[in-house]
T-cell receptor, first 113, second 114 residues
Framework: NAGVTQTPKFQVLKTGQSMTLQCAQDMNHNSMYWYRQDPGMGLRLIYYSASEGTTDKGEVPNGYNVSRLNKREFSLRLESAAPSQTSVYFC????????????FGNGTRLTVT | DQQVKQNSPSLSVQEGRISILNCDYTNSMFDYFLWYKKYPAEGPTFLISISSIKDKNEDGRFTVFLNKSAKHLSLHIVPSQPGDSAVYFCAASGGSGGSYIPTFGRGTSLIVHP
């Protein structure tokens, strides 16, 4: 049982380049999320998808776009990477509903030079 | 403005002793609280939770206490083990419209010395 799978694990981009972070879950969860983790800042929500076909902005959405491709997959796109987007990105999923814990992937470490 | 605060960035404890990790929140609408544990190079994993209708929840060595009047919760680990060394995140959900999406604190790094 893989849970939440993120690809790639590491990526280095130059300023202005674009890329898509992939995320897939095999737990039949309705909701999916993208967080970023920066030193001393905890986990900040970028975008989330409450269910297939819907997406909403979180706390720090600027510079990002998302696609809920189907129930399993939720991708995060950086159209024009900036050094401020250097971070560790985590995808998560949950069954939704009150108190459902999030299940996280192992993260993508992105460096923008 | 931080709605969930973990004011201690780090905590060092001797093996076998109690670890107490603290968390404060400001939004009185939060009604469900969770703790996550994170090892380096891995994603956070769910550890334990508590609903606002309770003031204590226990799971093995882990106990979470909730003081609603003080808007404070704590995670107790007894006895602490070196394998407990990790970053612990407090999270809260509820809030306006009953949002189920958790808001995370900045984390506390626990080091348990053998």
């Amino acid at each position: 049982n893989a849970g939440v799978t993120q690809t790639p694990k590491f990526q280095v981009l130059k300023t202005g380049q674009s890329m898509t972070l992939q995320c897939a879950q095999d737990m039949n969860h309705n909701s999916m999320y993208w967080y970023r983790q920066d030193p001393g800042m905890g986990l900040r929500l970028i975008y989330y998808s409450a269910s297939e076909g819907t997406t909403d902005k979180g706390e720090v959405p600027n510079g990002y776009n998302v696609s809920r491709l189907n129930k399993r997959e939720f991708s995060l796109r950086l159209e024009s990477a900036a050094p401020s987007q250097t971070s560790v990105y985590f995808c998560a999923s949950s069954a939704r509903g009150f108190g459902s814990p999030l299940h996280f992937g192992n993260g993508t470490r992105l460096t923008v030079t | 403005d931080q709605q969930v605060k973990q004011n201690s960035p780090s905590l060092s404890v001797q093996e076998g002793r109690i670890s107490i990790l603290n968390c404060d929140y400001t939004n009185s609408m939060f009604d469900y609280f969770l703790w996550y544990k994170k090892y380096p190079a891995e994603g956070p994993t769910f550890l334990i939770s508590i609903s606002s209708i309770k003031d204590k929840n226990e799971d093995g060595r882990f106990t979470v206490f909730l003081n609603k009047s003080a808007k404070h919760l704590s995670l107790h680990i007894v006895p602490s083990q070196p394998g407990d060394s990790a970053v612990y995140f407090c999270a809260a959900s509820g809030g306006s419209g009953g949002s189920y999406i958790p808001t995370f604190g900045r984390g506390t790094s626990l080091i348990v010395h053998p």
